[in-house]
Nanobody, 123 residues
Framework: VQLQASGGGLVQPGGSLRLSCRLS????????VSWFRQAPGKEREFVSG????????EYADSVKGRFTISRDNAKSTVYLQMNTLRPEDTATYYC?????????????????WGQGTLVTVSS
């Protein structure tokens, strides 16, 4: 499966961005999807995940209440709506897909990574 993350950019603290992750090469509805991020000098960490049915979502404590994950099977795309952004949200964001009902929460469980998208939160 090929993954393409997009939507990053520079935003002021308190602002919003919506990231997109488009899957190609496979049937999207068979895949659960996760978002991870990696800040400079830090390890890659789980941000959010959604099951292939879309019925279950999960968020890291650091983004709970501010970020929302969703999926549009017709567009083979998963979105990450990020509101009330903080400087500590600055990172490269990556999406990952797994052909199972449940999503990956550990970077070591991810088989392959697509190109990430850089989010910079700064005034």
């Amino acid at each position: 499966v090929q993954l393409q993350a997009s939507g990053g950019g520079l935003v002021q603290p308190g602002g919003s961005l919506r990231l997109s992750c488009r899957l190609s090469g496979r049937t999207f509805r068979y895949y659960a999807v996760s978002w991870f991020r990696q800040a400079p000098g830090k390890e890659r960490e789980f941000v959010s995940g959604v099951t292939r049915s879309g019925s279950v979502t999960e968020y890291a404590d650091s983004v709970k209440g501010r970020f929302t994950i969703s999926r549009d099977n017709a567009k083979s795309t998963v979105y990450l709506q990020m509101n009330t952004l903080r400087p500590e949200d600055t990172a490269t964001y990556y999406c990952a897909a797994t052909a199972s009902s449940g999503y990956d929460t550990k970077p070591t469980d991810v088989g392959s990574w697509g190109q990430g998208t850089l989010v910079t939160v700064s005034s």
